[in-house]
C-alpha cells in the first residue's frame, strides 16, 4: 500500500504476557518512529530508527520494551512481561531521512492489557 | 526539557461556529506543525510552519507561527462536523519532534 501500516489494529492481552506490534513503513523512507499515545496525553517518543544506524533507543520506557527493524524495513515492537500501564495506542511513522522530513503516521495499534 | 501546551483541552461547539487553538511553549522552535487525528486512525499533517509570522490557509483553517517562533494558533471558521478530531501541534523535527497532548474538538451538526 501507499500508506504505513500496522498490525494488528487492536490487541487485548493478560497482564505479564508477550506481544508483538509491526510496522511497514512507506516504501523509500529509510527513517522510522515508535510512539505511544495514552489517552490525555501527547506522542510519546519511544524508539528511532534511521538507514543502517544503530538506533535512538532514549524513548523507551523499560527494559521489557524492545524493536528491531530487519532489512531496513519493517519494524516490530516488542513488550515483554505486560503491564497494565502499557495499555495505549502505539504508532508507527515514517520519513524520508533528515530531521525536518514530515513524518507519515499508520493507524496504530491499540493495546489493552488486563 | 522543550514542553508544547496546547489549549483548550477540549472543545464542543455547534456547526457553523468560529474557534480557535493554541499551542504555546517557552522554547523556540525551528518549524511547528499541525496534525489531526480521527478516532482509530493515525495523525495527518495539515500544515508545517517555518518562518516567525507566517500565516497559511487551507481552504476554512487558517494557521499561524508566533514572531518568536514559540507559539501558533490554528483558527477555524464555520466549523463542520467533519473537522472534529483531535488537534495537535508538534514541534521541531525528526525523532526530536516534540507533541503537544492536543485539542479535541467535537462539531455538533
Known amino acids: 500500500g501507499a500508506g504505513v501500516s500496522q498490525s494488528p489494529s487492536n490487541k487485548v492481552t493478560e497482564k505479564g504476557k508477550d506481544v508483538e506490534l509491526r510496522c511497514d513503513p512507506i516504501s523509500g523512507h529509510t527513517a522510522l518512529y515508535w510512539y505511544r499515545q495514552s489517552l490525555g496525553q501527547g506522542l510519546e517518543f519511544l524508539i528511532y530508527f534511521q538507514g543502517n544506524s544503530a538506533p535512538d533507543k532514549s524513548g523507551l520506557p523499560s527494559d521489557r520494551f524492545s524493536a528491531e527493524r530487519t532489512g531496513g524495513s519493517v519494524s516490530t515492537l516488542t513488550i515483554q512481561r505486560t503491564q497494565q500501564e502499557d495499555s495505549a495506542v502505539y504508532l508507527c511513522a515514517s520519513s524520508l531521512a533528515g530531521a525536518q522530513e514530515t513524518q507519515y503516521f499508520g493507524p496504530g495499534t491499540r493495546l489493552l492489557v488486563l | 526539557t522543550q514542553l508544547l501546551e496546547q489549549s483548550p483541552q477540549f472543545l464542543s461547539i455547534q456547526e457553523g461556529e468560529n474557534l480557535t487553538v493554541y499551542c504555546n511553549s517557552s522554547?523556540?522552535?525551528?518549524?511547528l506543525q499541525w496534525y489531526r487525528q480521527e478516532p482509530g486512525e493515525g495523525p495527518v499533517l495539515l500544515v508545517t510552519v517555518v518562518t516567525g509570522g507566517e500565516v497559511k490557509k487551507l481552504k476554512r483553517l487558517t494557521f499561524q507561527f508566533g514572531d518568536a517562533r514559540k507559539d501558533s494558533s490554528l483558527h477555524i471558521t464555520a466549523a463542520q462536523p467533519g473537522d472534529t478530531g483531535l488537534y495537535l501541534c508538534?514541534?521541531?523535527?525528526?525523532?526530536?519532534?516534540?507533541f503537544g497532548a492536543g485539542t479535541r474538538l467535537f462539531v455538533k451538526a
Open positions: 522554547s523556540v522552535f525551528s518549524s
Open positions: 508538534a514541534g521541531g523535527g525528526g525523532f526530536k519532534t516534540i
